[in-house]
């Protein structure tokens, strides 16, 4: 009896690792401006079309506002302005990829979802550094991933917003589900 429970137990922590693997080295690419950007899939948890967006007085204009997602508010960020990047008109391709940060879903405004690539730990490299502007770009940038003859810039979802910015539109948030 003893073995069945200690077979039983050894099973219930056996986890596949082929199951455990299957996103690792995974990146949802994306485009905004002339560069392709990469996520670790394990922090997207879908890709939406463009919706209407509340906005948040007073916020950093990268942070566009709030949307609401099947009853959850979910604050919007426009990676392209979050990037210092000039604005962009959006269109039919731009769309919003739902990614968790620090235990909050965020949505990132993207122009256009390029495809989703394996890239190996050893085709990723460190972002170089040659002076301030690269500095301000790679604070979100942990690695470059060369995938064939092409390179994508992999970014830390973490990074994304400051903390000052998460409290910002944790609070909006708590407004908005308050006054509904």
């Known amino acids: 009896m003893d073995?069945?429970?200690?077979?039983?137990?050894?099973?219930?922590?056996?986890?596949?690792?082929?199951?455990?693997?299957?996103?690792?080295?995974?990146?949802?690419?994306?485009?905004?401006?002339?560069e392709f950007f990469g996520l670790e899939i394990?922090?997207?948890?879908?890709?939406?079309?463009l919706q209407t967006i509340t906005a948040i007085p007073e916020t950093e204009d990268y942070i566009k506002g709030l949307i609401n997602l099947r009853g959850k508010v979910i604050p919007v960020v426009d990676v392209?302005?979050?990037?210092?990047q000039p604005p962009f008109e959006y269109n039919d391709r731009t769309c919003i990829i739902v990614i968790s940060?620090?235990?909050?879903?965020?949505?990132?405004?993207?122009?256009?979802?390029?495809?989703?690539?394996?890239?190996?730990?050893e085709n990723?490299?460190?972002?170089?550094?040659?002076?301030?502007?690269?500095?301000?770009?790679?604070?979100?940038?942990?690695g470059i991933g060369k995938v064939g003859d092409a390179v994508k810039l992999l970014l830390d979802p973490d990074k994304l917003l400051n903390d000052e910015d998460l409290s910002?539109?944790?609070?909006?948030?708590?407004?908005?589900?308050e006054e509904e």
């Open 80 to 84: 392209r302005l979050r990037f210092k």
């Open 168 to 177: 910002v539109v944790e609070q909006a948030s708590e407004m908005n589900i």
């Open 124 to 142: 990723i490299l460190p972002p170089p550094t040659f002076g301030r502007v690269d500095k301000i770009q790679n604070k979100y940038v942990y």
């Open 3 to 34: 073995e069945e429970i200690e077979l039983r137990k050894q099973m219930e922590d056996y986890v596949d690792p082929y199951e455990r693997d299957t996103q690792k080295g995974k990146y949802m690419t994306f485009k905004s401006g002339k």
């Open 101 to 121: 940060v620090k235990s909050m879903m965020v949505g990132l405004i993207v122009e256009q979802i390029a495809e989703v690539v394996e890239i190996r730990e």
């Open 42 to 49: 394990q922090y997207v948890n879908e890709i939406i079309q």
